[in-house]
């Protein structure tokens, strides 16, 4: 089972085989995260994300990284062409780039506050939904190995630390024990 880690800093920074870059359906990176990313990493990355746009709500598509750290960007698209997001396409892009991480048999991937910039999506829902997904599709990602929730700011970090600690699966009761409690 792939470590989950809470990271606070620039996503950009970071050595992972795939960072996720919110992304609205034209693909164009022109502001938020994704700007920040075309700034760091370089315009390729932008013009290699739109040559395969439009893309659907909740897909994900993999682009070179240019000069990040990171060999490759997964667009996750989870916001429509005004920039808004709902709770069904931060799911669905999250479970999709996932997905792209383990077609390419990637080992560690990164994933910043999806929705929750330009998005206007509520910090504490993103992070139960982000976490929530994460978990869901890693037993059909059996390459990675690392996950990187990269987060700004200690708003951002508080609210997946908590996501963590509610989604985490309860453990089967120990050998012996029968789930009312009584011994077996």
Not at 134 to 155: C, I, N, T, Y
Request: include cysteine; aromatic fraction near 4%.
């Amino acid at each position: 089972m792939a470590r989950i880690e809470l990271w606070n800093g620039d996503i950009c920074d970071l050595e992972v085989d795939a960072i996720v870059s919110p992304a609205a359906t034209s693909l164009w990176m022109s502001a938020g995260l994704a700007g920040e990313i075309k700034r760091t990493g370089g315009d390729a990355i932008e013009f290699a994300a739109v040559r395969q746009g439009p893309a659907r709500l909740g897909d994900a598509i993999v682009t070179p990284a240019g000069r990040l750290a990171a060999h490759v960007v997964i667009h996750a698209v989870s916001l429509e062409r005004d920039r808004r997001t709902s709770a069904a396409a931060i799911d669905a892009a999250t479970r999709s780039a996932l997905r792209r991480a383990s077609e390419l048999s990637l080992a560690s991937i990164a994933f910043p506050a999806l929705g929750t910039g330009i998005g206007g999506f509520p910090l504490d829902d993103a992070a139960r939904i982000v976490v929530g997904a994460v978990r869901d599709e890693l037993a059909s990602a059996p390459s990675l190995e690392r996950v990187v929730f990269a987060l700004r700011g200690a708003a951002a970090y508080a609210a997946f630390e908590r996501a963590l600690t509610e989604t985490r699966p309860t453990p089967p009761p120990p050998l012996g024990i029968r789930q009312d409690g009584a011994r077996a």
